[in-house]
């Protein structure tokens, strides 16, 4: 099981970022794939997770500002992140898991400035 994330990067507080998950169609059709993060120095948390069905299921402190969704033309999660704040900033994660065990795609930064 492999996950690619890509996008990220450095953006002002109310800006935009969007971020992609790639990954396999044995995955992608299978598995439910989320988003977590790690800000520096605290744990990591659930942002947002899609099922194959497309139901999803958002962190309360990212709901009405991010959107995850899935790109069956590429086998992709992609997470729109909106009204960014500062505390949104943290390392990325996008994540699966199968037959109990997880697996995670690499961290992308995300920095948000004020």
């Known amino acids: 099981v492999q996950l690619q994330a890509s996008g990220g990067g450095l953006a002002q507080a109310g800006g935009s970022l969007r971020l992609s998950c790639a990954t396999s169609g044995s995955v992608f059709n299978v598995n439910a794939i989320g988003w977590y993060r790690q800000p520096t120095g605290k744990q990591r948390e659930m942002v947002a997770v899609?099922?194959?069905?497309?139901?999803?299921h958002y962190a309360d402190s990212v709901k009405g500002r991010y959107t995850i969704s899935r790109d069956t033309a590429t086998n992709t999660v992609n997470l729109q992140m909106n009204s960014l704040r500062v505390e949104d900033t943290a390392v990325y994660y996008c994540?699966?898991?199968?037959?109990?065990?997880?697996?995670w795609g690499q961290g992308t930064q995300v920095t948000v400035s004020s």
């Open positions: 994540h699966t898991s199968r037959l109990g065990r997880d697996y």
């Open positions: 899609i099922s194959v069905g497309g139901n999803t």
